[in-house]
């Protein structure tokens, strides 16, 4: 980004709804129920707080609605609110209809949103959701939220600076997302796999020349990449190597993880360009590429190299260096399992992370 197109994004970006908080400091609730509002299904939910709900499920009621529920019968009598990034204007309108009942509101996110919404990169569709369900309902949530729960330290600093209590909440995975596929042992066919949404368009195209490359030099590799419409036409081509060149379709946050792990693939390709929306990322991927059971190459960036694992595959985001490392890959089955273990470890340590939500520490029991 340019220092003329930084200078935009922070001027405007301040003109978006923030999310701040009502007071400046926040004290841990006493709960005797918890709510937690998200858009279905989602990889944010069960990266963050699925596994953290569990532990307070065994002392209090917790209640997971989607923002298509009905949520008329919810008591909100001691009721600790928790939004998965998206709120609807129904949800709204509860909290404002129940905020002296309610024991306290929180939000969790886990993207740099305004960065978003003002990236050029960014399909309409998505700047339109994230601005109704994200940043428009902000304008009266304020009002009545406690806190802000982040997930990268670097989300923490962008968040502060708006005015609001900001908590780290770290990758949580599941115990089911730590285990790796099964791998079938075949090594006359390796699949080497990239997976991402839409907004990772310079992604693509950074890697588009690297597998062309690598596909023209291995005959038995098939590439598999996960893109839309709009990423899709990067892929698209003539060469020879077409025939092994495999587009699939987005899938629903479910059906997406259970593909990963049925159809997995044996490297897994994780690049990550420079950039304000980047740098906000948590390391969430990794727990993807353990449930591949892939061996994985990320980019050296501080979103991967602070939780690195020994052996983990860090490159420098040029052509070269991506080439080289994934045909020391391909080449040697023994670096695969080094890179196969080295993330499992990585994501292993996710799981150590403290179950508790910060600023639910004390919870009642009815």
Known sequence: MTWLEDQFHNTVGALLPQPRTRRSTFTEAVARSIVVFRQGENPSFSYFLEERLRFYDARIPVNVRCLDHDIADINPEGCF??????????????????????????????????????DSDTPLPYRVKLARLHLWPLRRLNAHLDIVWAATPTLVRVLESNGAVVRLLPPLPTGTDVLPAMRTGNDHCLIIGYHATGIHRAEHAFLKPIIDEILSRHENVIFEVTADRRNATIWQNKKSTESRLRILPPLPWK?????????????????????????????????????????A????????????????????????????????????????????????????????AQPNIPGLLQVESI
């Not at 792990?261 to 993807?288: E, F, M, Q, Y």
């Not at 052509?319 to 023994?334: D, E, G, H």
């Open 81 to 118: 609110v928790i939004i998965c990034r998206y709120l609807g204007w129904r949800q709204v309108k509860w909290i404002e209809r129940h905020a002296a009942k309610l024991a306290g509101v929180g939000m969790f996110i886990d993207d740099d949103v305004s960065a978003i919404v003002l």
């Open 255 to 295: 059906e997406f993880a259970l593909r990963s792990r049925h159809s997995p693939a044996d490297i897994a390709l994780v690049p990550l360009l420079d950039g304000r929306i980047n740098s906000a990322r948590a390391d969430t991927k990794r727990i993807d590429v353990s449930r591949m059971g892939a061996a």
């Open 297 to 352: 190459i990320y980019s050296n960036s501080e979103v991967y190299s602070r939780n690195q694992s020994e052996g983990e595959m860090l490159v420098e985001n040029n052509p070269a260096a991506w080439i080289a490392a994934i045909q020391t890959l391909l080449n040697s089955k023994s670096a695969r399992e080094a890179a196969r273990s080295a993330t499992f470890k990585a994501v292993e340590r996710m799981r150590a």
